[in-house]
């Protein structure tokens, strides 16, 4: 178990955890050099000297365009993606006190998914509308959702899962009904939304996902206390002061948004928010909530499992969402034999 050690910057005292600080450190090495392999990998294959010339600035014309117009988003959207997809998880995982405590698993990432559908189907809006219907949608799931569980601890607990699995369930069966009755063309385009890939991504829909990190997570980070606390239970909490209420929804609100700005950028891509704390809390090895380690591993699982996807045998390609999904599904087994009590 890793032992907190308070460290004092002027009046500010910070817990800090020495293992969990070695695999944050850890994680951003492992990210910074899938980010190379993911740079040199693609139909126009690059080498070191390649990157290093971008770098400098001595890069022929094309190979430039070819990382910073295409392979650069591409990575930098699956840096932040992975990363807010893992702490939105930490956090739900933290609240509902359930291991299958995941915005995909409750259903929000389908909600999100939703949105976006109702808005290439319906409306036939452009990409900037359709990325803002995912994250509205999102937050009103979670908002239905949530009063629907109410009652159960406050919102957390298996009623939590129960009722999120089943809005999901009925988000999904809505998706299919509108890909079903719209005309075929604008339907594909839906369908291709709702693979969730990184293939295309274009700086605009990097800077999404990088700003809702950079917003929201630091506010997550300031609570980890607050959700370790609680995660002993709500009467603990409040006797040592914690506001558990105010805690948990701003909380909540926080991960909600950062799935949901993670949906509208890449489409639906599961398993990411569900396995990355685990691994996180196996590797930090301490009962805290791992935020920050979450949010490198979530980084470094969805940039692996994109090389993984461009680089399957006979040349065959696939979105991300699909090898993410054959990954999880096999580690949902997994977790679900390993533990009786989910």
């Given at each position: ?90 956090v739900f995982q933290s609240i509902s006190r359930n291991a299958l405590g995941s915005p995909d ?238």
């Open positions: 178990m890793s032992v907190a050690r308070a460290v004092r910057v002027g009046d500010l005292s910070v817990r800090l955890h020495p293992r969990a600080a070695t695999v944050v450190v850890g994680g951003l090495v492992v990210c910074l050099a899938l980010g190379a392999v993911s740079l040199m990998t693609g139909s126009t294959p690059l080498g070191i000297g390649d990157l290093l010339d971008v770098v400098t600035g001595d890069a022929e014309p094309r190979v430039a365009s070819i990382v910073g117009r295409i392979r650069m988003p591409r990575y930098v959207a699956g840096v932040f993606v992975g990363a807010a997809l893992a702490v939105s998880g930490a698993i409750i259903g929000f990432v389908t909600g999100s998914a939703t949105g976006a559908v109702v808005a290439i189907t319906v409306f036939e809006a452009p990409p900037p509308l359709v990325a803002l219907a995912a994250v509205v949608a999102g937050l009103l799931t979670a908002i239905v959702v949530l009063v629907l569980a109410r009652g159960a601890r406050g919102s957390a607990g298996y009623r939590l899962i129960l009722v999120g699995v089943g809005v999901g369930a009925f988000l999904a069966a809505v998706n299919t009904t509108l890909l079903t009755r719209t005309e075929a063309s604008v339907a594909m385009g839906a369908q291709v939304w709702l693979t969730g890939t990184l293939n295309a991504r274009s700086w605009d829909q990097a800077l999404w996902a990088v700003g809702a990190v950079v917003v929201f997570v630091p506010v997550i980070v300031g609570l980890s206390r607050a959700l370790e606390v609680t995660e002993s239970g709500d009467e603990l909490a409040i006797g040592v002061g914690v506001r558990v209420q105010a805690a948990r929804r701003v909380a909540l609100v926080c991960a909600v948004v950062l799935a949901a700005v993670a949906t509208a950028v890449c489409g639906p891509i599961g398993f990411v928010a569900l396995a990355a704390p685990h691994l996180a809390r196996a590797l930090a090895g301490g009962a805290a909530v791992p935020i920050l380690t979450s949010a490198v591993t979530g980084s470094a699982l969805l940039v692996g499992a994109d090389i993984a996807a461009q680089n399957l045998p006979l040349g065959l390609r696939v979105p991300v969402a699909l090898m993410t999904g054959v990954l999880g599904g096999f580690y949902l087994i997994w977790l679900l034999s390993r533990n009786r009590r989910l």
